[in-house]
């Protein structure tokens, strides 16, 4: 049984963004929410935050344990809890890790087509954004990457690179030789890593390997979030390689006071007791990605896609079936009343493209690529 055979009326019941930003006649494929009810252990961990009345403040490290023995049971990764830092949520601990390893004016370099908000946190701690777009194959340009780093280090001031891992929008998982050669390069020109890796967990294919165990003076920012669907209950952990653990020790215990109790025991109890599910989610997301796979080449052969190993979003390509236009989505959603994300806000190099969260039932998948391909079929409006 798949973990998203939830009722469409149920889901049209929340009051997420996912199911609030539009009218009830169009379909939501956009925003990072799954199409899931929450797991037995998150559900048992807010009923007794409740029972207990117990909304103070965090003490201890429930999360950080819970993570260091997820990643060594998951992925073989052993950290030390001690050393990881609590911190809101991937992004504003990305971040705040940045602003330590950077000034204001220094570069932050980003692989464009990539998730809109590395641009603009980047640009609001006043870092100036230096892009080495991905290759043709949707991976990692070394060649791209030696340059942009060169750009941003011929100031002779500090830099750092926020890579996404997994990459998102694409899926792409980075293999462990390709981040050996980014460490490489880094280490040349004086770059510091700072990993995104809140899909981590949503490995479908290649296994998880974090930039902090191939370079060591790297930051690896991590969530149980995305793997479980836990968006509204913000939480998420700086991890450091072990050349970082100095840096990241000097990260303002301030940092620490905008994350809530409850948040922390949610994460923290999903971790340790969520695997079964998490199992069952990635069986699904697997069932699902063929599913899209199957009804793309039936009704949209000209929608060019790659499927990723990790995450549940699809990058599709629209150049061939709409030349000339740069933002199929929009047509998508006032001619198909299904909304995706527009790919021109994942850079440049987005134009044409949409992302597409598959992380739903195959009925809503079928309805949605039917609403799309009819769309696309019909004469562009005058």
């Known amino acids: ?46 009923a007794d935050v409740v029972r207990r009345s117990d909304t103070g403040y965090p003490a201890g490290r429930p999360y950080q344990e819970a993570f260091a023995g997820f990643a060594e049971g998951r992925w073989g990764w052993t950290v030390d809890p001690t050393t990881i830092a609590l911190v809101p949520d991937v992004m504003q601990g990305s971040v705040e890790v940045l602003s330590l390893l950077t000034d204001p004016g220094d570069a932050v370099v980003i692989n464009p087509p990539v998730y809109p908000p590395f641009r603009g946190f980047v640009e609001r701690i006043g870092r ?9 194959d949707g991976r990692l340009d070394l060649a791209a990457l030696d340059a942009a780093f060169a750009r941003a280090r011929s100031d002779g001031r500090r830099a750092a690179y926020l890579l996404c891992h997994p990459h998102n929008p694409t899926g792409t998982m980075h293999r462990p030789d390709e981040l050996r050669a980014v460490g490489a ?3 040349e020109h004086g770059v510091r890593v700072v990993s995104d890796e809140v899909h981590a967990p949503l490995a479908l294919d290649e296994p998880f390997t974090s930039a902090t165990t191939v370079i060591p003076d790297a930051v690896a920012l991590h969530s149980a979030s995305k793997a ?3 968006a509204g209950l913000k939480a998420a952990l700086a ?28 994460h923290a109890a999903a971790l340790t007791g969520g695997g079964d599910w998490l199992d069952a989610l990635l069986d699904s997301l697997r069932e699902s990605r063929a599913h899209l796979r199957g009804l793309l080449d039936e009704h949209l052969p000209l929608v060019a896609w790659t499927p990723g190993d990790a995450t549940y979003f699809a990058w599709l390509d629209l150049r061939a079936q709409l030349p000339g236009d740069a933002n199929p989505a929009a047509r998508v959603l ?7 994300n527009p790919g021109h806000t994942f850079g440049a190099p987005g134009d044409g493209f949409v992302r597409l969260n598959f992380a739903t039932s195959p009925a809503i998948l079928t309805d949605a690529v039917s609403r799309i391909a009819a769309a696309l079929a019909r004469p562009a409006p005058a």
């Not at 954004?129 to 043709?136: F, P, S």
């Not at 000097?250 to 006071?257: A, D, I, K, N, Y």
């Not at 006032?334 to 995706?340: I, L, S």
């Open 1 to 46: 049984m798949s973990v998203f055979d939830v009722p469409l009326d149920e889901l049209r019941s929340r009051t997420s963004q996912k199911w609030r930003r539009y009218p009830a006649d169009v379909l939501p494929l956009f925003v990072a929410e799954m199409d899931v009810r929450v797991c037995e252990p998150v559900e048992r961990a807010l």
């Open 128 to 136: 100036r954004v230096v892009t080495a777009d991905l290759g043709a």
């Open 185 to 187: 390069l880094a280490a």
């Open 228 to 230: 479980f669907n836990l």
């Open 239 to 266: 991890v450091p390689g072990p050349d970082a653990v100095a840096d990241l020790a000097r990260l303002s215990e301030l940092v620490g006071m905008g994350v809530g109790h409850v948040p922390v025991l949610v």
């Open 334 to 340: 006032t001619e198909g009343r299904v909304a995706v």
